[in-house]
């Protein structure tokens, strides 16, 4: 049974970075990373298709880096430059995809595993 759990949420100024992990049971193909906001829908945040092709939203691009270390078993989402507008609750999915396409273009229906969420706040 896959299992996604996330950590490194936390506090920080605008202008600052965080890191947050996902720790998984097994790799799926297309791993991600989600956050809703209070008040917000979930949004997609960024997309790694068997740890090497990244996507990402264009609200977070050329700030946020995804990545994978799969001798770790954890997924990696690198936040720089941190907006106040970037504080939600952070969550790490997976699902299986058989291309990069799809994985970008996958709803969250699609992604069949979950973590409980990480909190990042960003104040201004």
């Known amino acids: 049974q896959e299992e996604l759990v996330e950590s490194g949420g936390g506090s920080v100024q605008a202008g600052g970075s965080l890191r947050v992990s996902c720790t998984y049971t097994?790799?799926?193909?297309?791993m991600a990373w989600f956050r809703q906001a209070p008040g917000k829908e979930r949004e997609g945040v960024a997309r790694?298709?068997?740890?090497?092709?990244?996507y990402y939203a264009d609200s977070v691009k050329d700030r946020f880096t995804i990545s994978q270390d799969n001798a770790k078993n954890t997924v990696y989402l690198q936040m720089n430059s941190l907006k106040p507008e970037d504080t939600a609750m952070y969550y790490c999915a997976a699902g299986p995809s058989y291309s990069g396409s799809f994985c970008r273009s996958l709803g969250e229906d699609g992604f069949g595993y979950w973590g409980q969420g990480t909190q990042v706040t960003v104040s201004s």
């Open positions: 790694l298709y068997t740890g090497i092709t990244a």
């Open positions: 097994y790799s799926l193909s297309c």
